[in-house]
């Protein structure tokens, strides 16, 4: 059987690049402009549930003179740093078992860069056997679309019901894979970013990825 997995509050909390990338943007306001208190501020949005122009707020807050260039610089140091995520140790004993009876994936979407930076921080590339980021790819490829999970049915030649993906976010991780009839599993982290989202009717629920085995045959 293929079992793919989303990234983003799938493997890892999210949030955890989110304040990793918070640190490396305030480390670069500091050094560059001699602003300090960045990632505190931001931290404080974050928490509030503010998700956008979370560093325009923050820079306000503290009193900085904000201008276009000064946002751009922060959001590509933001997306484009290195991440201080970690792969906890059940995650990772989790994934070795896994992979010793099914074909792994990972499907995401997200700034290529990104996205395989998380990778290599998480140590986890040799657990799958494909990675598809589908930013890679082009819009067309970004979820909801089956694009990214059709290739992997070449890529795998298993197909539909042989197929499984495990992801968190109800609003668009779903939607391809079902329509190429692929079983679905909707994992629901506490501290996700989509974990206030319901569960979709008929999708099964999990808090932990690691139980996501209960509902593979």
Not at 19 to 30: E, I, K, M, Q
Not at 77 to 82: C, E, G, N, R, T
Not at 103 to 132: C, M, W, Y
């Amino acid at each position: 059987m293929l079992v793919a997995f989303d990234l983003d509050d799938t493997l890892y909390l999210e949030r955890d690049f989110v304040f990793s990338g918070y640190h490396a943007v305030d480390n670069f306001l500091r050094k560059s402009y001699g602003i300090e208190g960045v990632q505190e501020a931001a931290t404080q949005l974050f928490m509030k549930g503010v998700r956008t122009n979370v560093f325009d707020e923050a820079l306000g807050r503290l009193g900085a003179r904000i201008s276009h260039g000064l946002v751009s610089e922060c959001v590509e140091i933001y997306q484009d740093h290195s991440p201080v995520i970690s792969l906890t140790t059940s995650r990772r004993a989790f994934l070795s078992a896994i992979g010793s009876c099914h074909e792994l994936a990972i499907v995401t979407d997200g700034k290529p860069i990104t996205q395989r930076n998380k990778i290599a921080a998480l140590g986890i590339q040799d657990f799958f056997s494909h990675i598809i980021v589908t930013g890679e790819h082009g819009d067309t490829w970004r979820k909801p679309s089956p694009l990214p999970f059709s290739r992997l049915e070449v890529l795998s030649r298993l197909f539909g019901g042989d197929c499984a993906y495990v992801a968190d976010n109800p609003l668009k991780d779903f939607l391809g894979p079902q329509e190429l009839g692929w079983r679905v599993i909707r994992v629901r982290p506490e501290g996700g970013i989509y974990s206030h989202y319901p569960t979709p009717k008929g999708i099964p629920e999990t808090s932990d990825t690691e139980t996501c085995l209960d509902y593979l045959p």
